[in-house]
């Protein structure tokens, strides 16, 4: 079983910068992609920005340029550089770590994050 943990949440400016972390633990597979997703109220769970071991990146098109995703593969942990924040981020962001090949899926319990005047 895989474990993940986010920090770095919490209530921000518009304008504000924020950066997530998310360590994994347990039963951590070989080879594996991690990243955020986030989840508005009343809106569905959207890909943020992910990245491979290799590092490959996939971001959303409403967050480039503004987030940085990031990954340190000796400590198993995944950032997300979050800069120039709108009220519009207000969301609960999740991590997440897809084993590649099964794609098999494991999810953080969420963090926070409130941007706000």
């Known amino acids: 079983q895989v474990q993940l943990v986010e920090s770095g949440g919490g209530l921000v400016q518009p304008g504000g910068s924020l950066r997530l972390s998310c360590a994994a633990s347990?039963?951590?597979?070989?080879?594996?992609?991690m990243g955020w997703y986030r989840q508005a109220p009343g809106k569905q769970r959207e890909l943020v920005a992910d990245?491979?071991?290799?590092?490959?990146?996939n971001y959303a098109d409403s967050v480039k340029g503004q987030f940085t995703v990031s990954r340190d593969n000796i400590k198993n942990t995944v950032y997300l550089q979050m800069n120039s924040l709108k009220p519009e981020d207000t969301a609960v962001y999740y991590c997440?770590?897809?084993?590649?090949?099964?794609?098999?899926?494991?999810w953080g319990q969420g963090t926070q994050v409130t941007v706000s005047s």
């Open positions: 990245m491979t071991r290799g590092g490959s990146t």
């Open positions: 997440n770590l897809k084993k590649l090949v099964t794609l098999k899926d494991y």
């Open positions: 347990g039963s951590i597979p070989s080879i594996y992609a």
